[in-house]
């Protein structure tokens, strides 16, 4: 097998029609089958409803709708010879053993002898699923385990069977880390694989301190979220996301399959978990669970554990968490929460250390390593930090003492680290400028190097290794190798004010004197929200208007030495790419996108237009007046890079990273292949505009969405503005203007709605509250 070119996907439900969807976003056709509905005319129905589902669930399961044209259903009973034509065959149906047995019995029948073989099982043994099955099946078959929703969980769990091929399982792992953009993470076949075991009992552990100490849902929604890094949904509104019922059949199942699991009893779900099932109270699926919307305006009220009565949510502040809040470090924001005296520090210190303990304990079970253990942890459950890594975070000494000194017992190798006078899981081992890290291998008591992952990246390393070539606190300047410099932003949000813009300067001075290529890239969860807005909006109040045209007259001229630098200049956005951070993509002679890209121009939400000459450069691409106007003044965002494609807002020539880890390694190949002969051009002067006619046009659109009462007179006001640097200006017919001239049209529009108090209202009112304001 050299190639997977068409997948079979058995199972239509919530996990095998978001494979099957997540297929398509890598450009696979699939064959989707399920059921046959009894008493259902359309014998695929149970297949198109999957298709369907995916289609309407929000996120979306699809990058573009135009994804579900490459997915087939069909059923089980007419269409299983089809599944000849499939390279992988992947099934993922009800989690039982015994219909898994008897439908791989019927797929044996019909399979291509090389056909690679898959379960999405997420606990059950391999060893059970293909006992008694041919050695040349046995060969094919493993577990793959994707987690939901397969687009937006970074993790795949490869979970080899008592005969899988070890090299077919090399060439899957490195398929699904570039085609499907996959953390893959090899398991051992054991209960619940590593994410699940690991997450199960954290999970477990919170419902345990909760009913123990007599914490309501929201008190521990709001310290077991973004806090100690984790995703906001946190704890309690987790489980109504993913189900009470599913967590209650997950944590049973578990028990009963790890009977010599000294934490076992852990697992064995508590009364509050069997009165939500006794009552069906599941969650988001059946309208409440911890949490429930009540009346006409939907308002969430929270279940009380004790009288199982719904209230409204109360509002929770702690002061220790307050002031956490506003500690940047994770690793010293974690420190300072479990180093305190009051309930925050309780629930905390005993979440983390009995995870801790419980992860250093099962380790050798289910891995080779810790290092998959951490990968598990981060791509699966999103966390920031895995269980050894939070370990190291909250300090290896430190904690271990503070667990011996609470009686409790240490694994004979972290002891073992302790007498060694270790002082962490992890540490560095750079050589020469190259970054290098161990881990300490449990199996062997010592430290291992862990190796480099080919066509990955990390700047935190790179700067770790050999330093910068310049910084400020906002952005750096790292030399990536072969010739090929980075910007990086870091500041909050990767906002973007004088640091980022000063050092896009710096940075093509740097690459025109000593580099062949220049990469704007950060390993941020976002690549850029836009505009620092509250020294726009100081500005603005204070009356600056020469300093405030003097700041985007800079940022205009910034993305244009990045269009007409000397040199090449990549762009490689992901994530939030929004205002500003869209405008510096659209100047790039080319992007390296993540798969994963919200972009857009959104100035509209705060109450202005685009600045930094995006209105310009959506009107020399697209040539459509109309179309800007929509994108702009609507503040579309992309849903994915292939929808940015679609909207114009990434060149068709852009390439598309999967993987989002290898991103900066991808945005350097591409730097380096424009570098030979690379001429930038120059600024252009033939940029054709319409006048006054595209001006009236524009405004009748506006006009009409006024009249509909879909926008506010303010909305009018901007969208006036917006089609006046569209339109050219108020000129007469068509003329070719300059690209300096649309700039100081967009300037021009950007300062006179700064200077408005419903303008002022919108930035205060997204700067408070996270959100636009309709004024």
Sequence with gaps: ??????????????????????????????????????????????????????????????????????????????????????????????????????????????????????????????????????????????????????????????????????????????????????????????????????????????????????????????????????????????????????????????????????????????????????????????????????????????????????????????????????????????????????????????????????????????????????QAMRWGYAHQLGPFELWDALGFRQTAERIESEGRSLPPAVERMLRQGETSFYRPADQNGQPRTEYFDLARLGYAPLAEREGIISLAALKRARGVVKSNPGASLIDLGDGVLCLEFHSKMNALGEDQIGMIYAGIEETTKNFEAMVIANQAPDFSAGANLVLVLLAAQEGEWEELNAAIHRFQQANMAIKYAPKPVVVAPHGRTLGGGCEISLHAVRCQAAAELYMGLVEVGVGVIPAGGGCKELLIRLKNPQKVFELAGMAKVSSSAEDAKNLGLLNKADPITMNYERLVADAKALALSLAPGYAPGLPRADIKVGGESVFATLKLMAWSMRQGNFISDHDLLIAEKLAHVLAGGRLTGEHLVSEQYLLDLEREAFLSLCGTAKTQERMQYMLKTGKPLRN
Excluded at 112 to 138: M, Q, V, W
Excluded at 145 to 159: A, D, G, K, S
Excluded at 230 to 242: E, F, G, K, T
Excluded at 304 to 329: C, G
Aim: aromatic share 10%; charged share 25%.
């Design 1 to 374: 097998m050299n190639n997977i070119r068409r997948v079979a996907v058995l199972g239509a439900g919530v996990m095998g029609s978001r494979i099957a969807a997540h297929f398509a976003n890598a450009g696979i056709p699939s064959l989707l089958l399920d059921l046959v509905i009894p008493n259902q005319p359309d014998r695929n129905a149970a297949a198109k409803k999957g298709i369907e589902s995916a289609l309407k669930q929000k996120p979306g399961a699809f990058f573009t709708e135009a994804g579900a044209s490459l997915i087939q259903p069909g059923n089980f009973e007419d269409d299983l010879p089809k599944i000849a034509e499939a390279d992988w065959v992947i099934e993922a149906i009800v989690e039982q053993l015994e219909p898994k047995r008897d439908l791989w019995k019927r797929v044996d029948i019909y399979r291509r002898p090389d056909a690679i073989l898959s379960t999405n099982t997420s606990g059950i043994p391999l060893a059970k699923i293909c006992e008694g099955f041919s050695p040349t099946f046995c060969r094919n078959f493993f577990g793959a385990h994707f987690f939901n929703p397969p687009r937006y969980l970074h993790l795949l769990e490869l979970i080899p069977g008592p005969g899988t091929d070890a090299q077919l399982l090399d060439f899957v792992a490195g398929f699904c880390d570039r085609r499907l953009g996959k953390g893959v993470v090899r398991c051992k076949d054991t209960p619940n694989f590593i994410a699940n075991r690991l997450g199960s009992f954290f999970g477990c552990t919170i419902g345990k301190i909760t009913l123990e100490e007599g914490w309501s849902v929201e008190e521990v929604d709001a310290i077991t979220g973004s806090l100690i890094g984790l995703p906001n949904s946190a704890s309690y509104r987790l489980l109504d996301i993913v189900g009470i019922d599913v967590m209650y059949m997950v944590n049973r199942n578990l028990y009963e399959a790890v009977p010599h699991d000294p934490w076992r009893e852990r697992f064995l779900p508590n009364s509050v978990l069997q009165t939500l099932v006794d009552r069906g109270w599941l969650g988001e699926k059946t309208g409440q669970g911890f949490y429930k919307r009540v009346g006409p305006n939907k308002e969430i009220h929270a279940l009380d554990l004790k009288t199982f009565e719904y209230r409204p949510v109360a509002k929770v502040s702690f002061p220790s968490v307050e002031a956490a809040r506003q500690v940047e470090d994770l690793a010293t924001r974690l420190k300072m929460l479990v180093q305190g005296k009051d309930r925050v520090a309780s629930f905390l210190w005993k979440l983390f250390s009995d995870y801790v303990l419980y992860s250093a304990s099962t380790a050798l079970e289910i891995a080779d390593r810790i290092v998959e253990i951490d």
